[in-house]
Nanobody
Framework: QVHLAESGGGSVQEGGSLKLSCEVSGFPHNNYCMGWFRQAPGKERERVGT????????NYADSMKGRFTISQDGAKNTLYLQMDNVKHDDAAMYYC??????????????????????WGQGTQVTVSS
């Protein structure tokens, strides 16, 4: 059974940094796409970025480029999101997602959240002034 578990959320000062983690388990092989998404109250879920489990360059949403870095540790089956120079508008619930049906090429193009079937519970990020 596929399971995704985010951690690392919390309160961060504006301008500060935070690193989120997502442990992924239960996939029968390493041919799947992973991503980070976020959703603030009253707003739609938006893509932060995606990366394929087999590697490649992460694809970031335009508004996320420059301050967010997605990486992974294959040995730990863990996906990371490094958030730097955090802004007030970054406050949201952050989710990781993964899907076997999204192939490597599609993953590299930054698929939207409706294509992902497997989701974690989310980790909350709040930003203080």
């Amino acid at each position: 059974q596929v399971h995704l578990a985010e951690s690392g959320g919390g309160s961060v000062q504006e301008g500060g940094s935070l690193k989120l983690s997502c442990e992924v388990s239960g996939f029968p092989h390493n041919n799947y796409c992973m991503g980070w998404f976020r959703q603030a109250p009253g707003k739609e879920r938006e893509r932060v970025g995606t990366i394929h489990r087999r590697g490649g360059t992460p694809n970031y949403a335009d508004s996320m480029k420059g301050r967010f870095t997605i990486s992974q540790d294959g040995a730990k089956n863990t996906l990371y999101l490094q958030m730097d120079n955090v802004k007030h508008d970054d406050a949201a619930m952050y989710y990781c997602a993964a899907d076997l049906q999204i192939d490597f090429q599609t993953c590299a193009m930054g698929p939207p959240h409706p294509l992902f079937d497997n989701w974690g519970q989310g980790t909350q990020v709040t930003v203080s002034s």
